[in-house]
């Protein structure tokens, strides 16, 4: 149901002040962007579900539903649903089909049933997408020698990736569940990636999640849970380091002609995973170093940020598009500083900071498990993290600290 002003107020306690007027409108504008984007995803899969028979009777389609009202289109498409079981099937098939035709100028329409008509493309064979997976990618026929392998790339990305992740509510909640164990202190954040969970299986089948940053001092544990967050689903991750990243190259890929060109992160993730939808954590985001030949790797983020671009993003590397809208993007920073507009405009932000009381000697008790240690030591562990002399880093090194004087000999 499209939002109204009383959405804004359903999460503010009753003791809490009401929002300033630019926190109002941020708060506005999310509820705004979060609506439109379900209004387009649901828009695209009635589009599937009518079956269209080529490109232009698809666009048709979708461009109405995109005119019309969201209840509308949300009542139509619960509607296809229904007499449709095997839904998700269906959209499947007709988003490989349409991204097969998507090279052909006549819209695979007229004469596409013939051969010559055919778009120079390998792709997958209708119904040859299994369950639980999705294509990403049309690889453009072999031009001539297939030079540093990318020919041999790009038809493995047009194959069928597997969607990865847990497939039900229950296996949600159970991830969910043992994250805000491990990390209490972060319930903020835990608690809206496990909404946006729930959200993306009721909508879609499976789990990605809009992009977010998380803001806080080092080493108060955000990297970690970005990286529990994906092992425990499941999810094929990796890592971007801002403070060593001089140039938009890893982010974004490098143009073809250059001999060290090479693609970026996330479509090298889903080639060598073979997942659709994996996770990539930028560290530090805020410490990315522009350069006049090799760009800025904050600006090349943006493309990735927003669901309706990275949908088609144009690797330059493949020098064709690539459907990277499944992908969860976890950023983390120190500051905003140094961070423009438009990127902080695509990503849900949350303050953290260090755990502090309970929550402190809990997660102390737990990383120092399994090691004799004194409750004196627990206290005196707890007291240096909470006055800023110790960071959770510098825990785990003590921790292995403890683990060596395990292992020494004893003297007699």
């Given at each position: 149901m499209p939002f109204s002003e009383d959405d804004l107020h359903d999460d503010w306690e009753a003791d809490e002040l009401p929002p300033t007027p630019a926190g109002f409108r941020r708060e506005w504008a999310r509820l705004r962007e979060m609506d439109?984007?379900?209004?387009?995803?649901?828009?695209?899969?009635?589009?599937?579900?009518?079956?269209?028979?080529?490109?232009?009777?698809?666009?048709?389609?979708?461009?109405?539903?995109?005119?019309?009202?969201?209840?509308?289109?949300?009542?139509?498409?619960?509607?296809?649903?229904?007499?449709?079981?095997?839904w998700l099937d269906v959209i499947l098939e007709m988003r490989s089909r349409l991204m097969q035709l998507a090279g052909d100028p006549s819209g695979g329409e007229g004469a596409a049933?013939?051969?010559?008509?055919?778009?120079?493309?390998?792709?997958?064979?209708?119904?040859?997408?299994?369950?639980?997976h999705i294509v990403l990618h049309a690889a453009p026929a072999k031009a001539g020698e297939d030079r540093r392998g990318r020919d041999a790339m790009r038809e493995a990305?047009?194959?069928?990736?597997?969607?990865?992740?847990?497939?039900?509510?229950?296996?949600?909640?159970?991830?969910?569940?043992?994250?805000?164990?491990?990390?209490?202190?972060?319930?903020?954040?835990?608690?809206?990636?496990?909404?946006?969970?729930?959200?993306?299986?009721d909508e879609c089948g499976w789990v990605r999640l809009p992009p977010l940053l998380l803001l806080g001092p080092p080493g108060c544990g955000k990297t970690r849970m970005a990286e529990r967050l994906a092992d425990l689903a499941g999810l094929p991750c990796s890592r971007l380091e801002g403070a060593s990243m001089t140039a938009s190259f890893p982010v974004g890929g490098s143009d073809f002609q250059w001999n060290s060109s090479h693609p970026g992160e996330a479509v090298r993730l889903i080639h060598e995973s073979g997942v659709a939808n994996p996770c990539v954590i930028f560290d530090e985001v805020e410490k990315g170093q522009t350069s006049s030949s090799g760009g800025d790797p904050r600006q090349a983020l943006l493309p990735f940020l927003q669901r309706s671009t990275a949908a088609s993003y144009r690797c330059p590397y493949l020098q064709a598009p690539v459907d990277l809208s499944h992908v969860t993007w976890i950023l983390t920073a120190n500051s905003l500083e140094g961070l423009g507009a438009p990127l902080l405009d695509r990503v849900t932000i949350f303050r953290v900071s260090h755990p502090t009381g309970a929550d402190l000697e809990r997660l102390v008790i737990r990383i120092l498990e399994g090691l004799?240690?004194?409750?004196?030591?627990?206290?005196?562990?707890?007291?240096e993290?909470?006055?800023?002399?110790?960071?959770?880093?510098?825990?785990?090194?003590?921790?292995?600290?403890?683990?060596?004087?395990?292992?020494?000999?004893?003297?007699?």
């Open positions: 439109a984007s379900t209004h387009h995803n649901e828009a695209q899969r009635w589009a599937f579900l009518k079956r269209p028979t080529g490109l232009g009777i698809y666009r048709l389609l979708f461009g109405r539903a995109c005119s019309e009202p969201h209840e509308a289109v949300r009542r139509r498409l619960r509607e296809l649903q229904m007499v449709e079981p095997l049933g013939t051969a010559s008509a055919r778009p120079s493309f390998v792709g997958t064979a209708e119904g040859d997408v299994p369950a639980g990305l047009a194959r069928p990736k597997r969607l990865a992740g847990p497939g039900s509510r229950d296996e949600v909640d159970g991830l969910f569940a043992a994250l805000f164990a491990e990390s209490p202190w972060l319930r903020e954040p835990l608690a809206w990636a496990w909404q946006r969970a729930l959200d993306s299986l004799e240690v004194d409750e004196r030591v627990v206290a005196r562990i707890r007291a993290i909470e006055s800023g002399r110790l960071t959770l880093r510098g825990l785990e090194r003590l921790k292995n600290d403890f683990r060596a004087l395990g292992r020494r000999p004893m003297l007699h």
